[in-house]
């Protein structure tokens, strides 16, 4: 076995391990055990791209629905070279987990490809695109499972994938697909819905965390894609709440004791491609940024960012999960002997498929809202979901993660009982 693929198997079995946990103090019965554990359907596809210089390329995709009992399959479509099987079904377990703590009527699905999308061109990240829901057109839809953006993907994709189903279908389908850009039935806000909701749970987390705090919290960043970026800027701007200390990027790390000018730093990463040599910026090594002395870490990266190896050198209070699965099972259990409070990710970054939902409600209904209604939709949705997850924590005397996966098996359990599963 390969260490990526040990990798990868980590990642499912961290998912499976707290389903387990969460049934053990519920005392769910092993029958519904089985039932949650494995997808309800996997449907894989080889999609062929012709490349501008004329040959063909075949790459492998992928789309795994776990759990349809609270409603329709729900989850992001990611472009990225270590996508697999192993990942995409802890990804679409983590929905499916995802949604109940939302209480949004969805089930959980995700979806994939296998590629370096930084190696194609705009016209060959089309034929990609387009050629997706054309080998997956017949699992997919808007009332049987609706995609969105997710690594590497963005609205311009959902974009091609939404039209490539209209065509198919022969008629418009706006509900299909979310997070597409506004002109053509996208929510105002989804683009940034999962770095504010997650700053919204922060919110809440700080008014019970930090209670007599006098001074702006510094905050360490790893990993400034749409979510950890839009996050860093939105904290930014946060009434000197704030202060982002510390960002990473896949390539490079930078450290300024005294706090970043997010936009400027972010305006650099987007027109020079890297973020070293900002002005006052120290380069670090990723793993430093991940031990400093700050009291709210952010890993907004991929899974296993902080493991069993490097876990005892973060000092940070708090750990703010908006990527999927950034702490391993081994690494959660070092940090909360140590103290450290993690919100986790099935929380933190619930905020863009709640938009999503919001989103797919508009595009069914024919009426749209504003940015003033949707902000505060959000913030209700995040906020008491979040209270929620502590209530239960205080219940069972647990961790928020495991609370959090209590309330949300409970509401599954409920539903597949009442549908006779």
């Not at 079995?13 to 092993?30: F, M, P, R, T, Y």
């Not at 989850?75 to 703590?101: Q, Y």
């Not at 259990?333 to 990710?345: A, F, R, S, W």
Request: charge should be neutral.
């Amino acid at each position: 076995m390969t260490i990526k693929e040990m990798e990868k198997e980590t990642a499912f079995d961290s998912a499976l391990s707290q389903l387990e946990k969460a049934c053990e103090i519920l005392q769910v019965g092993g029958d519904v055990l089985k039932v949650l554990r494995e997808p309800q359907k996997i449907t894989l596809a080889s999609i062929l791209v012709q490349l501008d210089n004329g040959s063909t390329e075949v790459f492998q995709g992928y789309r795994v629905q776990h759990n349809n009992a609270r409603g329709p399959y729900k989850g992001g479509i990611r472009f990225h070279p270590r996508v697999d099987l192993d990942e995409v079904k802890a990804l679409s377990f983590w929905m499916s987990i995802k949604t109940a703590v939302l209480d949004v009527p969805y089930g959980g699905a995700k979806g994939g490809v296998t590629v370096d999308p930084k190696k194609l061109s705009q016209k060959e990240l089309e034929r990609l695109s387009r050629g997706f829901v054309r080998q997956f057109y017949s699992v997919i839809g808007p009332d049987q499972d609706i995609p969105a953006p997710d690594v590497y993907t963005n609205s311009q994709v959902m974009a091609w994938m939404s039209d490539e189903y209209s065509t198919i279908a022969g008629k418009k389908e706006p509900a299909a697909f979310t997070g597409k850009p506004i002109e053509i039935g996208g929510s105002i806000d989804r683009d940034t819905s999962t770095s504010q909701g997650g700053v919204y749970v922060l919110e809440e987390v700080i008014k019970h965390r930090f209670k007599s705090r006098k001074k702006p919290l510094t905050v360490a960043i790893y990993g400034i894609g749409n979510v950890g970026g839009g996050a860093a800027e939105i904290l930014h701007y946060a009434n000197n709440d704030f202060k982002v200390v510390a960002l990473a990027d896949s390539k490079n790390a930078v450290y300024n004791p005294h706090g970043f000018d997010v936009p400027f730093l972010l305006a650099q990463k987007h027109e020079e491609g890297t973020i070293a040599g900002f002005k006052g910026a120290k380069e670090i090594t990723h793993e430093e940024l991940l031990t400093l002395g700050v009291d709210i870490l952010i890993p907004a990266a991929l899974e296993n960012t902080i493991t069993a190896e490097n876990a005892d050198g973060v000092q940070a209070k708090l750990i703010l999960e908006m990527a999927n699965g950034p702490v391993t099972p081994e690494a959660e259990k070092i940090l909360l002997k140590n103290g450290t409070l993690i919100v986790p990710d099935i929380l933190v970054n619930a905020g863009g498929v709640t938009v999503s939902y919001f989103e797919w409600s508009q595009n069914k209904s024919g009426f749209y809202w504003d940015s003033e209604e949707v902000q505060a939709k959000l913030a209700k949705k995040m906020k008491t979901a979040y209270k929620n997850v502590l209530e239960i924590s205080k219940t069972y005397k647990t961790d928020l993660r495991t609370a959090a996966y209590i309330l949300a098996v409970s509401k599954i359990v409920k539903a597949q009982g009442q549908l006779g599963v």
